[in-house]
């Protein structure tokens, strides 16, 4: 037993988890923010995958990789622009539009890649993000190699948690965008503008999104395919629930994914345990499931989720 | 400044019902059309060669209906399940369930030959049922939202069927992960000789009319209704709106059910991991084109059916890429989407000061 924990937690371990970790970061946070704003965005699946594709499309032609991330971060804006104009200014359901942009947005990205690249017999890579050892830091021993020696978009990741969560709890938008969230009526009383508030909800959403996308084809892989998100997008939808729509709690459940995904890769590596991975693989969903039972009679959901606003209605 | 306003109608022409949709389906086509250009085709061309190829002959007829048949039954089930305001998104999830089953019973050995086809669309029916049921009690006993619930379930059961195919269910001699054959008795019959037209497509055809009198014509398709339109007013009226909810996520999950089990026993004779697109998901965009409305998923499915098919026609006589019809159908749910506003709302142009 210890031999096959000794080799499981190899050096290596931890720093995978973060990196594993990081589109979930990104992505949920995105989810976060238009949830708070009382829009729950089904379109995450696809806008991931579409901003994925553009991203690394960018990238491959330019040569740039922060360019890809640039315009993986537009298009999660105008997908998010969309999911908004069909929400917020239609009022339309959420559930459905949601679907309806992941579907668009999916096709688009297989439309796309197609139309660009053809049918190559390999896929086309590129040089994917390296890692940034950060001086001093990265040399602490044990903590060093698994935080400090990563990509930069693993950093971004590391600090939007603080940045979101202080965003959120201690700034005017923050505050009206919660209200909005809770009770648009009030908001609108006290004079927050609620359409206005979700659409740059909504459009934040995307572009966090986007940059989950960008990292998945340019920082964990170096190519695009059709399956590079895989369900990525669902299981941002499970942590924020699991997180009770707080930035912390929500990270720290993406951690504890990647933790699992990690020490799955590596049994199966190992080829010592047996049981089947996808056992792994569908836990987050099984838990998530069972969290949504466990907590949802003093469930801490934005009052005002699914809920389109209109001004003339009461 | 002009401003668009909405104004609820009173009470929505009937007329709507049929121009809604085409002008959902229209729209959708002329926004396509941006993609077909890009793509360096005629758009003309590529789009007549999308929808007449599907149509151009017998073999070419058939296969759409083979095509809709999973479609059909995945369009009911969300009509369904959302005329009682379940938000069942999990078809896919529940067509793999059906899927399992009838492999399962169709391979089983010992039974009597006769039984094994109607054995298998039981099971089948019955498991897509019971899997539907899942985030039906979690809705009405734990207030868990359906939609987050029956979506991740989708992938919680597709995860279990990967895990069934790369397990007991592997193949011993090739090593690939799918099921074994179903024995010969459980093959569905083929309807028309020469072609792949088997009993699960007229399954579906006639699933339709049939779910269409189940909704109008008896008391469960009117509590359903009932419950779906006003929860409170049904209570009051002595329906118990958690039993009602069950029981349409039962009907749901087991026509989605037989969309698996169509799919296994007419088509592949195995589940593999790569058994259905997307049908589930496909579903609901087809239900919100029927308006909810049985008799209209078949026209609908079939749109979806020639789309598909057709897609490759064109895709090699145009070099336009076939995901032209995941773009079409996502839009399509969107444009219709957006055209079911004016059933209930009419669009004004007020001037601001």
Sequence with gaps: MDEILAQVFQIGFFAAMIRIATPLIFATLGELFAERAGVLNLGIEGIMLLSAMLGFSAAYFSGSLWLGVLVAIAAGVLAGLLMAGLTVTLGLSQHVSGIGVTMLCSGLAFFLYRLIFGQPSTPPNIRAFETVALPWLSSIPGLGPVLFDQHALVYAALILVPVAAFVLRRTPWGLALRTVGENPHAADSAGVSVAATRYQALMLSGALMGVAGAFLSMAQFNAFTFGVISGRGWVCIALVVFGQWNPWR?????????????????????????????VFLMMPFVLTIVG?????????????????????ER | MIRLRLERRDSSPVWLSLVLPVAAVLATLLLCSGLVAMAGANVWTAYSTLFLSALSSRVHLVETFVKAAPLIFTGLAVAVAFRAKFWNIGAEGQLLAGAMAAAFVGAREGLPAWTLVPLMILAGAAAGGLWACVPAILRTRYRVDDVVSSLLLNSVIFYAMTALLDGPWKDPLSGY????????????????????LHLGVLLAVVAAPAIWWVMRRTTLGFMIRAVGENPVASRYAGIQPGAVILK??????????????????????????????????????????????????????????????????MSRATGVPVFLAEVIQGTALLAMLVALLFNTYRIRIASHG
């Design chain 1, 250 to 278: 929500s990270a720290a459940g993406a951690l504890l994914f990647a933790l699992i995904d990690t020490l799955q890769l590596r049994l199966q590596a190992s080829g010592v345990v047996n049981v089947p991975y996808q």
């Design chain 2, 177 to 196: 992960p799918d099921s074994p054959d179903i024995l010969m008795e459980a093959e569905f019959p083929i309807l028309l000789q020469g072609t792949r």
């Design chain 1, 292 to 312: 949504m039972a466990l907590v949802s009679r003093n469930a801490r959901a934005p009052a005002a989720l699914l809920m389109p606003y209109r001004k003339e």
């Design chain 2, 248 to 313: 349409a996520a039962l009907l749901s999950g087991a026509l989605a059910g037989l969309a698996g089990v169509g799919e296994v026993g007419g088509l592949h004779m195995q589940v593999m991991a790569g058994i259905s697109p997307g049908y589930g998901y496909t579903g609901i965009v087809i239900a919100m084109l029927a308006r909810l409305n049985p008799l209209g998923i078949i026209p609908a499915a079939l749109f979806f059916a020639v789309t598909v098919t057709g897609a490759e026609s």
